[in-house]
């Protein structure tokens, strides 16, 4: 067994609470060989841990390692128990809440998040810097630069949502006047903006901010000439879109390099900033706008996995090409916009820090704020998985089947964090939201999110929600919160977009300045990039015989058949036994289904059927990642061969 450091040896003991007081003096065994591993020491009676661990509820489900779960939001009596550190006494008290208390007594007792060695440190209220302006937080070092993201609420999607309430919308006119004021007066350096319309991007955005910015949109139909960058278009919907995502930037602070990878939930940018410096730093702007649905977290999450994939393959090709200095010397990652699910609990908030999900994530069940550090030699354990909370989004456990089913990110060695503390607004959403519209009047937090590479990049500055951005409130700082204390009422009263369309959306935008994280000898920290395994990858020395993934994707064949048979040949198995269930999971149905319509199957297909489906979850669930590509794209040809035999027989 691996040695565990002091963090993780004080999440195990900490999870383990949760088991039920019959296996008491099996926890107890378990958690003092633990706690050998490590010099952070905990002492623990027997008594203890039978008092914690009691639970009311009939015994829960045990999973294979001898680890309870609950299904249900788990209470603890109130106990005090100690660790002694080198530092002293160190106290844990345990609330009756959920894991969010825990962590924040490990994030306090962890050395950060990118196992590296760089510490990163999670800045309390009090650190918290507001501005107004953007454009303030970056008089005093041209280095700095700041990001607005902001969704304007189309005019397609908000007219018949006003006629379904019986409201009378405002014009577009008087909408899109009052969006180039706000943008204007924060004066942000670089804009990403969401819920644009491609005939308002062309005739009033590019018009309105062509004096300081220049910016490209998805479904971009200017010339190359005239776009400032090429895009590249990888998916695209099949018909056009009634809105879509636009990024600005100035052009007297920034140039873009390469090509906009174009995606149908985002858009990626790389910016150079320019410096009197030797080498400026460049910053890959992800702009998104994820699935609107509240179940689909799983298309959120994979969505945020594709545009992160894209990115490492641009950095890849660029090195290849030598067009670019990208490669190995990208200096900073941020990924904003509208991510319709919650800051504070959500797949996609837990994916972005840890940057992976589900049980090969190692901390997959982890989220919201408790997933802010986790030591590395934990991330890769079954074991400390299975005893974890569940994901938690709008208030629904999210399965862990579904959850698993998303690839790790390449960049989560750089402590991506949300630049707006997970914090604000979580316990009274009313003192700080980004979301309200006119129908409920449901003020949502941490809907619009604003994330960045915290290891190469740190936030120096947040702007406010609310803002005197027409000059009517005076400069009595006093009167100014009053004022804008007033104000916030005044939206949770009415909605947004208000009355008097002072707020043109149902948004409200969110911003912040950054600085760079600078080494010892006056360098920026480049990122870094990881392969599924976990390895840094040198994109200055690849090594094609080592990337079996990359084969996988090269391959071609005359028809699906023999993709499938060569993907179930080459595949690097885990084990015979997996080998054994993915061909239990492609046999057929006895007897066969039937292919004409309004043909049922049998209770014993379906029968049949269930039976493949949970040994397919269980074997993604339990899979090593270098498998679970190969598993992916069996599945996918598979259905390619079912979907062409069902052809054939209609024919």
């Not at 959500?346 to 992976?356: D, H, I, K, N």
């Not at 999900?357 to 299975?386: F, Y």
């Not at 204390?485 to 409200?508: A, F, M, V, W």
Request: hydrophobic residues 30%; contains cysteine.
């Amino acid at each position: 067994m691996k040695r565990f450091n002091a963090s993780a040896s004080t999440l195990i003991l900490v999870v383990s609470l949760t088991a039920y007081h019959t296996h008491s003096v099996l926890m107890y065994n378990a958690m003092k060989r633990h706690a050998a591993f490590s010099s952070l020491s905990h002492s623990y009676t027997r008594a203890q841990i039978r008092q914690i661990s009691h639970c009311p509820w009939n015994a829960p489900k045990r999973n294979a390692c001898g680890a309870v779960r609950y299904n249900k939001k788990l209470h603890y009596s109130s106990t005090t128990m100690g660790s002694t550190t080198a530092k002293g006494e160190c106290m844990l008290t345990l609330q009756p809440d959920n894991f969010s208390r825990y962590s924040k007594y490990l994030v306090g007792n962890s050395n950060g998040v990118d196992g590296l060695g760089n510490t990163n440190t999670i800045t309390n209220e009090e650190g918290l810097v507001w501005v107004d302006t953007l454009g303030e937080g970056c008089l005093d070092n041209p280095d700095q630069f700041s990001l607005l993201s902001w969704n304007l609420l189309a005019q397609a999607l908000y007219e018949p949502f006003c006629k379904s309430v019986g409201s009378e919308p405002h014009s577009w006119s008087n909408r899109v006047q009052r969006i180039i004021e706000v943008l204007s007066h924060a004066d942000s350096d670089i804009l990403c903006l969401q819920e644009c319309e491609l005939e308002s991007f062309h005739n009033d955005l590019i018009p309105g901010l062509s004096n300081l910015y220049d910016g490209v949109a998805q479904e971009d139909e200017r010339s190359d000439s005239e776009k400032p960058t090429p895009l590249k278009e990888i998916t695209k919907h099949r018909s056009p879109r009634n809105h879509i995502t636009a990024t600005f930037w100035k052009r007297d602070k920034f140039e873009p390099v390469g090509e906009s990878s174009v995606r149908t939930r985002s858009m990626t940018n790389v910016l150079r900033l320019k410096t009197n410096s030797e080498r400026s730093p460049l910053v890959a702007v992800v702009n998104c706008h994820l699935e609107g649905h509240p179940k689909r977290f799983s298309e959120r999450t994979h969505q945020l996995q594709h545009a992160l994939t894209d990115l490492s393959k641009l950095m890849k090709k660029d090195c290849e090409k030598s067009q670019t200095p990208l490669g190995n010397h990208l200096n900073g990652i941020i990924i904003a916009g509208d991510f319709n699910c919650e800051l504070q609990s959500s797949a996609c908030s837990t994916y972005l820090q840890l940057g992976r999900l589900g049980r090969q994530a190692g901390l997959g069940g982890v989220h919201g704020e408790d997933s802010l550090v986790i030591p590395p030699a934990l991330l890769e354990t079954n074991e400390a998985t299975e005893i974890l909370h569940p994901i938690v989004e709008w208030g629904r456990a999210l399965p862990e089947a579904q959850v698993s089913d998303v690839s790790p990110h390449p960049f989560r060695r750089n402590g991506m964090m949300s630049a707006y503390p997970k914090w604000l607004g979580k316990t009274n959403a009313k003192e700080h939201f980004t979301y309200i519209n006119t129908m409920n009047k449901r003020p949502v937090p941490g809907l619009d999110q604003l994330w960045y590479s915290s290891m190469t990049m740190k936030r120096v500055a947040l702007k406010r929600p609310i803002v005197d951005f027409l000059g009517q409130w005076g400069d009595d700082p006093d009167i100014i919160e009053r004022k804008r204390n007033q104000e916030r009422i005044d939206i949770l009263s009415t909605g947004l977009p208000d009355p008097k369309c002072t707020y043109p959306s149902d948004h409200l935008p969110i911003g912040a300045v950054f600085d760079w994280q600078w080494e010892s000898n006056h360098t920026i920290r480049n990122i870094t990039v990881l392969d599924d395994e976990g390895n840094i990858v040198d994109f200055t020395h690849q090594d094609d015989t080592s990337q079996p993934e990359f084969k996988l994707y090269e391959q071609s064949f005359e028809n699906p058949n023999d993709e499938l048979e060569y993907l179930i040949s080459k595949c690097p198995y885990d084990s015979v036994d997996q080998r054994l269930a993915v061909e239990f999971i492609l046999s057929p149905v006895n007897p066969p289904l039937c292919t004409e319509k309004k043909t049922k199957p049998t209770r014993d297909q379906l029968d049949q059927i269930n039976k493949r489906r949970d040994v397919k979850s269980e074997v993604l669930a339990s899979c090593s990642s270098g498998v679970k590509p190969w598993l992916k794209k069996i599945w996918k040809a598979n259905r390619q061969v079912g979907a062409r035999e069902r052809s054939q027989e209609l024919e």
